[in-house]
Nanobody, 126 residues
Framework: QVQLVESGGGLAQPGGSLRLSCAAS????????MSWARQAPGKGLEWVSG????????YYADSVKGRFTISRDNVKNLLYLQMNSLKPEDTALYYC???????????????????WGQGTQVTVSS
């Protein structure tokens, strides 16, 4: 079965960096767009960034544009999110999610993303 396992979360200071990874198994990874989404305490799920099947196109929410970079390794079945210039408002549980097809939909919509990891916690605080 499809499994998505995130790692790399932790505590960072404002202005710091973290790199999240997502290991995918049980699927032909290179056939699907992938995204990252997050949920802050007391808030709804927010789509953060997406990448197409071969990594040639990337998409970002306005809140992270210019600070976060999404990438993928289709040989190793890995998805990444490099997060720089972190802000306290980036504090959230971050999820890796698989699109139902080859298209990135900029919304944390369960109709568009059919598998989700368990999440990795990112806390930005001094």
């Amino acid at each position: 079965q499809v499994q998505l396992v995130e790692s790399g979360g932790g505590l960072a200071q404002p202005g710091g960096s973290l790199r999240l990874s997502c290991a995918a198994s049980g699927l032909l990874f290179s056939s699907y767009a992938m995204s990252w989404a997050r949920q802050a305490p007391g808030k709804g799920l927010e789509w953060v960034s997406g990448i197409n099947t071969d990594g040639s196109a990337t998409y970002y929410a306005d809140s992270v544009k210019g600070r976060f970079t999404i990438s993928r390794d289709n040989v190793k079945n890995l998805l990444y999110l490099q997060m720089n210039s972190l802000k306290p408002e980036d504090t959230a549980l971050y999820y890796c999610t698989k699109a139902v097809g080859r298209t990135v939909v900029p919304a944390a919509d369960s109709r568009e993303y059919d598998y989700w990891g368990q999440g990795t916690q990112v806390t930005v605080s001094s």
